[in-house]
């Protein structure tokens, strides 16, 4: 396998980022996953301008798109797969020890994983941590995934896919790795950005898509949902059927089957 590192494709074995990267010793990165099918990335260029405004947020330089096209395509080329995890990962490069960003310029690194198609349904649950909705990363899709990590080994303890998180208000925000929406009333509902939730590209598409409706949503609401599912890049649509120690009988319903629909078709017109 190969991927690109700072300029060019190098081997997975042989590829080297120093172990003074900011990126590494305090998590001072962004990074965007994108789905690779035979060759081909879903939604580059709202990946990109993601990426971009989470630098921005970090107060790193702009990236390179060019570059950053030109990586993509060269590891794609150089690693076919039926169906891949793609991902661009920008860090603050080599620093001192500490704090304090070093003057070397940004690190880049593009590499690519292949995966495999999600279930249709899913089970989640709720950890009792919260989303900082005020905090300084609030909205930036960083390398700092360690709080991630922890809330996602718990969930896979208890047999789920996903952890959802509260906000520090006690709103429904988002999970480790993707974003919820729930049925309520015949209403499809997901909570608004101003919850702390990252503005996923999968979400947006599914709001644009479906006629999704954002809203402040209690934590509690997961607990009377006629349905809820998740979306992410790698799950697109995928409906829950278990929250907790809550059974969702007839996963994915009517509305969340309908959404998975509609996204299906209008992606393959991408």
């Not at 896979?156 to 790795?177: I, K, P």
Request: proline share 6%; hydrophobic share 40%; net charge negative.
């Amino acid at each position: 396998m190969k991927l690109w590192v700072d300029g060019g494709l190098r081997d997975a074995d042989t590829a080297r980022v120093s172990v003074l990267d900011h990126g590494l010793t305090v998590g001072d990165g962004v990074f965007e996953t994108l789905k690779a099918e035979d060759g081909r990335l879903f939604a580059l260029e709202p990946h990109l301008d993601r990426l971009t405004r989470s630098a921005r947020g970090l107060g790193l330089p702009d990236p390179d798109l060019d570059e950053v096209r030109r990586a993509c395509d060269a590891v794609l080329e150089a690693n076919p797969m039926p169906l891949g995890r793609l991902r661009i990962t920008y860090t603050g490069g080599v620093s001192p020890l500490g704090s304090d960003r070093g003057d070397a310029g940004p690190t880049l690194v593009v590499a690519l994983g292949e995966t495999t198609r999600r279930p249709d349904t899913t089970a989640v649950i709720t950890v009792p941590w919260t989303r900082n909705e005020r905090g300084a990363l609030t909205g930036l899709k960083t390398t700092s995934y360690a709080e991630n990590v922890v809330a996602l080994a718990e969930a896979h303890r208890q047999g789920a896919s996903e952890a959802l998180f509260a906000n520090t208000v006690g709103q429904l925000c988002e999970g480790t790795g993707s974003n919820v929406f729930v049925v309520v009333d015949g209403q499809l509902l997901t909570p608004p950005v101003a919850s702390g939730c990252l503005a996923g590209i999968t979400r947006a598409l599914t709001v644009e898509w479906t006629g999704a409706r954002e809203a402040d949503l209690p934590m509690d609401v997961l607990e009377t949902a006629d349905e809820v599912f998740l979306t992410s890049t790698l799950r697109d649509v995928q409906a829950v059927h278990r929250v907790d120690g809550r059974d969702l009988p007839g996963a994915p319903g009517p509305v969340t089957a309908k959404a998975m629909r509609i996204f299906a078709e209008r992606a393959a017109q991408m």
